[in-house]
């Protein structure tokens, strides 16, 4: 299996996984909103709940001072007794709400039950909102003339007050719009009943202004709460991501460490066949070679010879496919390391096919070789360049029908580099069957047809090859009509030659100038002409 077969197949698990998340948590949500019957998420509701406690403990001293500065000012009209009272009591009741905010914050926790503390929250505020809708309620029955003549502003202040209740309140409660209502309303109630039983034009408008100011901060309230969501969502989903960054750096953190792993194991056991396989290998080749031959004396059976041929050649299959399942490791790993040097291109296209007319010969076929006059030599592996022209012609003679042609082509590229292809006139290969037959131990389906014999290494170490050298790799194939196949060096793998400056040797023959005392005026002295020599050839 090919690197980009595995990231294909790693990527289609991780989709699988991420669309199975995805689904779970739907899921799971819409378990949740049918068994509490609201929107909002069980860990959303604990940290509203936290954020209105915590506003609450911040600003404890602040409510008692507002208490205290409206128990004061009812003085000016009500009788003091009747505003301590009622100070006494907004303490108990911030008291009992603070108390209650406190023991939250250090028992409760976002998988709990949260239903018992919202009753006792409800419960808590509803007892404070009863106890400042009390403050309208301060002075009411007052007959002295003081408090008479300061009727006016006794009820402006009250609804002043009223303001800063609500706003005050909804600053504190947008998070729990229910303790907001039952907090906020008693007092409304109250001053604007106030208001209307003084029967007077004033009094009514400030009684209506009152019930829309309240309508108003319940609106805010409201715009305050779903900003506060939205913060809490956006906050969710970092933690999620975070999460999940954190799960798939393990999980490549496991699979790195699985892949370092096999790749020991197989480097390993790569050694072990080397070692153990070739050794007896050898031997066997060595042998068999000696028998087959009949170097000792002649066999008693003609029919040993041939076995021992079979032997021979067997091993020498054998031998071969090991040297290159081993190769195409040491590629995939990385550690194959080209051995360069200059070479003609040609001469290597030549050789190949000197190896291999005995077998195209058995097979009636025509081999034709076109190399590019004055092609430079190029800067190679001469190895593994051999190697990737026995590949291709071998290929195209074993899947090539009798009486067919192979032409090999040695030519320059357009851009500077060369080029050698290796053309048959075989049945050719699908096109969905090219990305198989690109693959390690891949083959299509006419090597099975056929029973052309393979493993299907000749390709994918053809086209590793060439990319080392920096080059390119091209297939190219029709149905019925053949198959062509194209690895192009670049040109920074072609030698040119570099013109001299001036003609080496010039400098041994120019004769030294005369000094101006000793020149003769009827003679010239004149260098002797030389022949210019070319200088070695540099890597361009």
């Not at 010879?305 to 054998?318: F, P, Q």
Request: a positive charge.
């Amino acid at each position: 299996m090919d690197k980009e077969t595995r990231k294909k197949i790693l990527a289609d698990l991780r989709q699988r996984h991420a669309a199975r998340k995805h689904a779970d948590r739907d899921v799971k949500a819409a378990r949740d909103r049918l068994t509490r019957r609201s929107e909002i998420k069980p860990e959303f509701e604990y940290e509203l709940m936290a954020v209105f406690a915590h506003n609450e403990l911040s600003a404890a001293v602040t409510i008692w001072a507002l208490a205290a500065i409206f128990a004061l000012a009812s003085m000016f009209w009500a009788p003091w007794a009747e505003g301590c009272l009622w100070l006494l009591l907004v303490i108990a009741s911030k008291v009992i709400l603070l108390e209650l905010c406190r023991r939250f914050v250090a028992q409760a926790r976002p998988e709990d039950d949260l239903t018992p503390w919202r009753r006792k929250f409800f419960l808590a505020e509803l007892f404070s909102g009863l106890v400042w809708a009390a403050f309208a309620l301060v002075g009411i029955d007052t007959q002295n003339e003081a408090a008479q003549s300061a009727v006016f502003s006794s009820h402006v202040f009250i609804f002043a007050s009223l303001i800063v209740l609500l706003a005050v309140r909804m600053t504190f409660t947008s998070t729990m719009m229910s303790l907001l209502y039952v907090g906020t309303i008693p007092m409304t109630i109250a001053v604007s009943t106030r208001l209307v039983m003084l029967h007077e034009p004033f009094y009514y408008a400030l009684a209506t202004m009152a019930v829309g100011v309240h309508i108003y901060f319940v609106f805010l309230a409201k715009g305050l709460r779903q900003t506060t969501l939205q913060m809490l969502a956006f906050r969710a989903q970092k933690d999620i991501l975070i999460a999940e960054l954190d799960e798939e750096r393990l999980l490549s953190d496991e699979a790195r460490r699985r892949a370092e792993a096999g790749s020991k194991a197989k480097s390993r056991f790569l050694a072990t066949m080397s070692h153990e396989l070739r050794t007896p290998l050898n031997a066997i080749m060595g042998f068999s070679e000696v028998m087959k031959d009949e170097m000792f004396g002649e066999h008693s059976t003609p029919l040993y010879r041939e076995y021992a041929n079979d032997i021979y050649d067997s091993g020498r299959h054998l031998l071969q496919l090991i040297n290159e399942i081993l190769d195409l490791s040491r590629i995939e790993a990385g550690r194959y390391e080209l051995v360069e040097e200059r070479a003609h291109l040609g001469d290597i296209a030549q050789d190949c096919q000197r190896l291999l007319a005995l077998r195209a010969n058995g097979k009636g076929l025509n081999v034709y070789v076109n190399i590019a006059p004055d092609l430079p030599q190029v800067w190679i592996d001469v190895r593994a360049m051999r190697q990737i022209c026995l590949n291709l012609l071998s290929n195209a003679i074993k899947f090539t029908p009798k009486g067919g042609s192979v032409t090999i082509t040695v030519a320059p590229t357009p851009e500077g580099g060369q080029m050698l292809s290796v053309r048959d006139t075989g049945p050719g290969i699908p096109p969905d069957e090219i990305p198989k037959v690109l693959q390690a131990f891949g083959q299509g389906a006419l090597a099975h047809e056929t029973a052309a014999g393979g493993t299907g290494r000749g390709l994918p170490i053809v086209q590793s090859l060439i990319e080392l050298h920096g080059g390119a790799f091209d297939l190219a194939s029709e149905l019925r009509k053949g198959t062509e196949v194209r690895v192009t060096l670049p040109p920074q793998r072609v030698l040119t030659t570099v013109a001299p400056l001036q003609p080496l040797g010039a400098e041994r023959h120019r004769q030294p100038t005369p000094p101006p005392s000793s020149r003769q005026p009827h003679l010239r002295v004149t260098p002797k002409a030389t022949t210019p020599t070319a200088r070695p050839p540099r890597v361009a």
